[in-house]
């Protein structure tokens, strides 16, 4: 049984589905992306990250391909062809690029339509292992671009530096630029300090998150007191927890920074409350 996509108007298996060489994603990575975890068969924030979608799309001059009432019913109709092979719980990957042309980097001087396609895949379950030990990240200079708010489909730069987190057994890089944590090489970041939950605030140098801004949501809801403000490396070295945070990831407990024992060393009693609301937000999600 093969995975069902869907590309430019088709629903098909995904290994026969084709792109020209000439598209602009293929060529320049010219593309915006987004992923959507699926729970009980629902997809997860999906307005957030629709809106996400649009904000990108007009921030690289792509046309949007489809009206939200489109982008609803045909995410729906992907996550309803695959139940058979990925059941209820699914990732869910669609991308937008430019389109086909002639390779040239300024945007092609004809109207051209957009390639859209989307895939899913299983969503696996977390390792139990997270929860009892956490796990290791490194930290790294942000060699990215400084358009990181964009979720842009080149992805170099996140690339190597999450290969160097698994070149030292850790999970995740967590970024810095100019004596400032960002976020990781594919994860936002919060850390605890001084019985404060701090995230980075929103701007250019990192994703604005859907999975932060639940946190963020979550935090506020169950009064657990939390801000959006600037953390310093030595700051980081010296938090009580640090957490990872991403639609695919949920929330990593980060246990070791550097080779050096973050906290107690253990996932950290707030995390622990933090992920059972996460966990009871998703649980809603599918009972709805
Ligand atoms: N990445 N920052 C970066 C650089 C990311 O690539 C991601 C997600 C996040 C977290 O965003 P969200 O909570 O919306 O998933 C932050 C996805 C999962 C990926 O590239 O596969």
């Known amino acids: 049984m ?5 590309l430019n108007g088709a629903f098909l298996p995904v290994n026969e589905a084709r792109i020209s060489p000439l598209d602009r994603g293929f060529i320049f990575g010219d593309g915006i992306y987004e ?3 699926v729970y009980g068969g629902k997809l997860f924030r999906l307005d957030e990250h629709l809106k996400r979608l649009d904000d990108n799309l007009a921030a690289v001059r792509i046309k949007q391909p ?5 982008w609803k019913s045909v995410l729906n109709e992907v996550v309803a ?3 058979p092979m990925h059941g209820d719980e699914q990732s869910i990957y669609l991308q937008i690029t430019r389109g086909v042309a002639e390779r040239d980097h300024g945007f092609p001087n004809s109207h051209i339509e957009p390639t859209l396609f989307i895939m899913s895949s299983t969503l696996k379950p977390l390792a139990a292992s997270i929860a009892e030990q956490g796990v290791a990240a490194i930290t790294h200079a942000d060699i990215r671009w400084r358009n990181c708010h964009i979720k842009s489909t080149s992805l170099l730069g996140n690339i190597l530096l999450r290969q160097q987190a698994y ?3 850790a999970v995740e890089a967590i ?10 090489a594919a994860s936002n970041l919060f850390a605890l300090i001084d019985d404060v939950l701090i995230t980075p605030p929103k701007g250019p140098l990192l994703l604005p998150g859907i999975t932060r801004d639940l946190i963020l949501e979550l935090a506020q809801q169950h009064n657990i ?4 403000a600037f953390i310093t490396p030595q700051q980081l070295i010296n938090a009580e927890e640090i957490w990872l945070t991403s639609s695919t990831k949920e929330i990593l407990p980060v246990t070791t920074l550097d080779g050096t024992v973050v906290g ?7 995390w622990q409350q933090m992920n059972q609301h996460y966990q009871a937000y998703k649980q809603q999600l599918r009972n709805r």
């Open 2 to 6: 093969s995975s069902i996509s869907y």
């Open 35 to 37: 992923v959507i975890p």
């Open 66 to 70: 489809l009206s939200n009432k489109a």
């Open 81 to 83: 062809r695959n139940r």
């Open 167 to 169: 070149d030292e057994d």
């Open 175 to 184: 970024l810095i630029r100019d004596d400032e944590v960002t976020e990781g």
């Open 225 to 228: 007191p939390a801000c959006e």
């Open 264 to 270: 107690s060393g253990k996932p950290g009693k707030l």
